[in-house]
């Protein structure tokens, strides 16, 4: 079908050009816009809405089809008697019969479903295709009627293009959007099986449900507070390595290092920041977990094997750069009148850091660290292979915590069924996270954002 | 006088001050110098680990054998049909191949065990080959094929340490041997580092149980001081029962370490083997014997492996004395099974090569037939679906912000949104990839389409930022230029605006790519963390990525797998170093400095 459309673009284009030429009589000239324009106008009202209208399509046919074949499904009675999870269920194992193999696990009302499933898909996709040569066809004969010598095709095409890139723009806002949406709808979804006090308060975190509603402990529990917990140790350990390093990196390159020694340090810095998280994870899984559980064991305290502290240091590590670099921009923004009136009062060169510029630069370093904060608290790779997967809630750095990102991988990683609680907290969870996060990053992009104005 | 007084006293003073003010500042200094020694400290043992695991996965050992392609174990009914030329008796082929090499083993167990030397994925090997070339049945040939991974890890010298010393003088007598001193203080001198690492994690542990129950006896010991109530009189039971159990441990672990001191202090008149101890052989002409006692300078010895040499030879024979140095019962690999492939050794049919599966083979459960194209691959499509969506929105988005919008509310609100939307962690686009892409709009599950949807979602601030940027670049007399000879706005920009900063757009999108390359936590919530044993095809097929792959490979525990882990991350490092590689080269070349 895109092959069609490019071909039919193609065609169009140079429709719409020659009879521009056609009209002009072969005189450029005469024209009031290049032939070029009355192509692409002509496209704009063609091939392009009908382009649109085929990725819709394509983007709504699941929701769409499954809609139909539950109404007509409904004269079926094992599946008007069903609850709504089960007609879901059912019209997903309809949709994989048709779309890939039989299984021996179909019975007859999916086969039902399916043979509905595979009429409304046909009839679906008929719709769309008419609509779409409609639209072709309309849109160009429509235009090809209008056109004429004089027509002003370039501005045509220019609002056009320009709707195009406010709508390129918008894309980033939808996609904001679309993350609120999805883990929104699903977190009100949890919300209406487990109270929101019990997930934000609870102590105990188990969302392990048992398979048959018999079995003991069937509900599972949601209380996210010692996953919270975990993540903060994390974040603090890693906040303990990474701003004292970043910081006094930045300040070193910047104020003491010779020229050799900054080609030398920063790309090495850059480099670490280059290095992908799930890298970082395997090197504190492998090197460091086994190191500070045999040094720990060395001096006679007992260390798990997945401590908070080895995921802490190597996050820590990771983080450095992303300090180092924030804090840098921040210190170069504290303008030169000031070191130099620090300096003719006689101050050393740490006096002045540490007295004039780290002042000044204090609110752009605090939300410098909280943009860190942020990176750390969503930071998924390096926990989930070097942190645990059990809810402890401790205050030791060395056993075995989890964090939240932890969880929403491990409870959306398995074979998901999706309307279950289990899967569906995954989605508080990173509801919590992306409301977190977002207000660091607000905050603090305010705040740098502020800094880099005032001295530009 | 007084004046002078007081100046010196000031002066002193003042001297000292400022030493105090000179320390603090080389203080800082050296405390700032060795932040960055710990950064480049820890870049250095990163890149250490990776390496040095990532060596051995590019290197395997084959075993080269003669393979005679048996009609009647491939294709009985001689049909020649693919399908049952695939079912066919591989397994008996390779047993026919290796007791070609190794005659001397016989008994159906041990040719199984010997058979197990061998990859399973060697019957894979040589299916394909039949596959291909149909006429191969019924003639023989010569093939390599790949160790398995156990066997092939005692070749690179992971699962223990091991010896040989040459030595002379070997005196037979009745089920055993008389060998020269030397050799007896080899032997020893392995069993004595044995024992007292044993000695070392035995008191270790004697210690950690012996604290434990001291603090086991002073809680004891508080809680009697307490007010007597029943509540602490039940906990003081509780901690007693404790506390025996710990003393009785400790008694064990004692008797343990006492033993082990009494033996290395004495003249070690006997020493036994068994499979917790090392193991000791003497290799005479073919014939292997293990040691199993040694008494003085006698060894009572059985015989392992029949070569047909005969043990009265011993004094004239080539004779070597073979100890491996971690205990049968604690190591992957057999006594029985070492010796066999020393022997096939010294046949010299076993070949260390260059492990070019690892290369260009697809994801396998047999550790040593994995390979990394299938996820390289995925990696490829991967980063295709994102760069054909992203760099084009990107670049109008950023035309947009920078070209044409107006100074209002609604420009700020979409920069303000761009620029979270860069900082959102990205696990929270893999739950919008989950719950939107797939579920809402049912694309399919666990392919390249989708996960190339979600990262181009994720690396399109980073396009947006970086074309902004490179837009700011291009000074504004060209776009008066432009306007003032005639051009409408969108002509400027098009024709002249955008081609000077495209190569910094270009710059922009590489890094972004490499970002997206790197990327694995959205990908794991689409699905494309399931094991995809072929290499992927086009753009709806499921796939894994480079980074899933290697979050895969290193949550199973083969050794093996360890080390491909390691060496899936140097490719993938070395795919990002080339593109920013790319990067630099890009801005180098065509960066203009107006």
């Known amino acids: 079908m895109i092959f069609i459309l490019i071909a039919l673009a193609i065609g169009l284009y140079f429709l719409g050009t020659k009879r521009a030429m056609y009209l002009a009589g072969g005189k450029v000239r005469s024209l009031h816009s290049h032939p070029f324009y009355h192509g692409t106008s002509l496209l704009a009202f063609s091939v392009i809405p009908a382009f649109v209208i085929y990725v819709l399509a394509i983007f709504a046919a699941n929701g769409f089809i499954s809609h139909l074949t539950a109404g007509d499904m409904q004269a079926n009675i094992e599946f008007s008697s069903a609850d709504e999870l089960q007609k879901e269920l059912i019209i997903e194992a309809a949709k994989s019969l048709v779309e890939e193999s039989a299984t021996a696990k179909d019975t007859q009302t999916t086969q039902q479903a399916a043979s509905f499933y595979s009429q409304n898909q046909k009839q679906y996709w008929r719709v769309v295709y008419i609509v779409i040569a409609l639209v072709i066809i309309l849109g160009a004969a429509g235009f090809l009627y209008k056109q004429h010598l004089r027509m002003r095709a370039r501005q045509i095409s220019e609002r056009n293009f320009r709707i195009g890139l406010l709508i390129a723009a918008g894309i980033a806002v939808m996609t904001t959007l679309g993350i609120f949406m999805s883990v929104i709808f699903e977190s009100l979804r949890f919300f209406s099986e487990v109270p929101p006090t019990d997930f934000i308060f609870g102590l105990n975190w188990s969302p392990q449900t048992a398979l048959r509603d018999d079995q003991v402990g069937s509900s599972g529990a949601f209380g996210a507070i010692p996953l919270f917990a975990g993540t903060a140790m994390i974040t603090i350990i890693a906040m303990l390595v990474a701003v004292p390093v970043g910081l006094m990196s930045a300040i070193y390159l910047a104020d003491y290092a010779s020229p050799k020694m900054r080609a030398f340090a920063k790309p090495t810095l850059e480099f670490l920041a280059g290095v992908p998280t799930v890298v970082y994870g395997f090197f504190a899984a492998l090197t460091v977990a086994p190191f500070i559980r045999d040094s720990a064991g060395a001096i006679g305290i007992s260390a798990s094997s997945e401590s908070a502290l080895a995921a802490g240091i190597v996050m820590g590590i990771m983080i450095i750069p992303f300090v180092s670099s924030l804090s840098d921009d921040v210190i170069n923004a504290v303008s030169q009148s000031l070191r130099d009136g620090s300096y003719a009062m006689g101050a050393t060169k740490s006096e002045t850091i540490k007295k004039v510029i780290l002042p000044a630069a204090l609110p752009g370093i605090v939300s410098a660290i909280l943009l860190a904060v942020s990176r750390a608290v969503g930071e998924t790779m390096i926990v989930v292979m070097a942190a645990g997967q059990g809810a402890n809630l401790t205050a030791n750095p060395l056993d075995a915590v989890t964090t939240v990102t932890v969880q929403i991988v491990s409870l959306l990683t398995g074979d998901t069924e999706f309307d279950s609680t289990k899967t569906l907290s995954a989605f508080a969870l990173g509801l919590v996270l992306f409301l977190v996060t977002l207000m660091l990053n607000i905050y603090a992009l305010r705040v740098v954002k502020k800094y880099r104005e005032q001295y530009d | 006088m007084t004046d002078q007084l007081s100046q010196s006293k000031i002066s002193a003073e003042r001297i000292k001050r400022t030493k105090k003010r000179n320390q603090a500042e080389i203080r800082f200094k050296y405390i700032g110098?060795?932040?960055?020694?710990?950064?480049?400290?820890?870049?250095?043992?990163?890149?250490?680990?990776?390496f040095s695991n990532a060596i051995p996965a590019f290197y395997a050992h084959s075993i080269e054998m003669h393979i005679s392609f048996d009609k009647e174990a491939i294709d009985p009914s001689n049909s020649g049909d693919v399908n049952i030329m695939r079912q066919g008796n591989y397994g008996k082929l390779i047993k026919e191949g290796l007791s070609q090499i190794l005659p001397e083993i016989s008994g159906r167990r041990d040719v199984r065990t010997l058979s197990k030397l061998v990859s399973v994925s060697a019957e894979f090997t040589l299916i394909n080959g039949v596959v291909e070339d149909p006429s191969l049945l019924g003639k023989s040939e010569n093939k390599r094929l790949l160790l398995d991974d156990d066997a092939d890890n005692y070749l690179k010298g992971f699962l223990t340490n091991r010896q040989f010393y040459d030595f002379s003088g070997l005196v037979p007598f009745e089920n055993g041997f008389e060998i020269p001193q030397q050799t007896r203080e080899d032997i020893i001198k392995h069993y004595d580092d044995f024992l007292n690492d044993n000695l070392n994690t035995l008191l270790r542990e004697r210690n950690d149980v012996q604290n434990s129950l001291k603090r086991v006896n002073a809680r004891i010991d508080t809680l009697e001081n307490q007010t007597n109530s029943s509540n602490t009189a039940a906990k003081i039971t509780a901690l007693k029962d404790n506390g025996k159990a710990i003393q009785q441990r400790f008694a064990v672990l004692d008797n343990e370490v006492n033993q082990i001191e009494d033996f290395l202090s004495s003249g070690k008149e006997l020493i036994e083997f068994n499979n917790q101890t090392p193991s000791a052989f003497i290799f005479i002409g073919d014939d292997v014997y293990q040691i199993e006692k040694l008494q003085d300078r006698k060894i009572q010895a059985d015989l392992l492996f029949d070569g047909n040499s005969f043990k009265d030879d011993s004094a004239t024979s080539q004779l070597k004395l073979f100890i491996i140095d971690t205990p049968e019962k604690n190591r992957l690999i057999s006594d029985k099974e070492i010796i066999w492939l020393e022997k096939l050794q010294e046949r010299e049919v076993i070949q260390r090569h260059i492990n070019s599966r690892f290369l260009t083979g697809a994801e396998s459960r047999e550790p040593e037939y994995a390979g990394l194209f299938g996820a390289v691959k995925g990696s490829f499509l991967l980063l295709i679906v994102t760069l054909v969506l992203s760099f084009p929105v990107g670049v109008a988005a950023a035309i947009y912000l920078e070209e044409f919008a107006p100074k209002n509310r609604l420009t700020e609100f979409l920069e303000v949104n761009i620029n979270n939307l860069a900082a959102v962690p990205s696990i929270i686009f893999g739950l919008l990839g989950l719950a939107i892409f797939l579920n809402a709009f049912g694309l399919p599950r666990g392919t390249p389409l989708v996960g190339g949807m979600v990262l181009a979602l994720m690396t399109l601030p980073t396009i947006v930022i970086a074309s902004r940027a490179a837009l700011r670049s291009v000074p504004p007399s060209i776009r008066e230029a432009?306007?003032?000879?005639?051009?409408?706005?969108?002509?400027?920009?098009?024709?002249?605006?955008?081609?000077?900063?495209?190569?910094?757009?270009?710059?922009?999108?590489?890094?972004?790519?490499a970002g997206a390359l790197g990327e694995t936590a959205p990908l794991l919530m689409i699905g494309?963390?399931?094991?995809?044993?072929?290499?992927?095809?086009?753009?709806?097929?499921?796939?894994?990525?480079?980074?899933?792959?290697i979050y895969t490979w290193a949550g199973n525990p083969e050794l093996t797998f360890q080390h491909k882990?390691?060496?899936?991350?140097?490719?993938?490092?070395?795919f990002l170093v080339l593109m920013n590689l790319l990067a630099i080269i890009l801005r180098k070349k065509f960066e203009r400095r107006w």
């Open chain 2, 33 to 50: 110098l060795g932040m960055i020694i710990f950064s480049v400290l820890a870049l250095l043992t990163l890149i250490n680990s990776i």
């Open chain 2, 528 to 549: 494309m963390f399931a094991a995809v044993f072929d290499v992927p095809m086009g753009f709806t097929d499921k796939a894994t990525a480079l980074p899933v792959q």
């Open chain 2, 482 to 513: 432009a306007l003032g000879l005639g051009a409408s706005k969108l002509q400027t920009v098009n024709h002249h605006v955008v081609p000077l900063a495209l190569p910094g757009m270009l710059t922009g999108a590489i890094i972004g790519m």
């Open chain 2, 565 to 574: 882990t390691a060496a899936a991350i140097v490719c993938l490092l070395a």
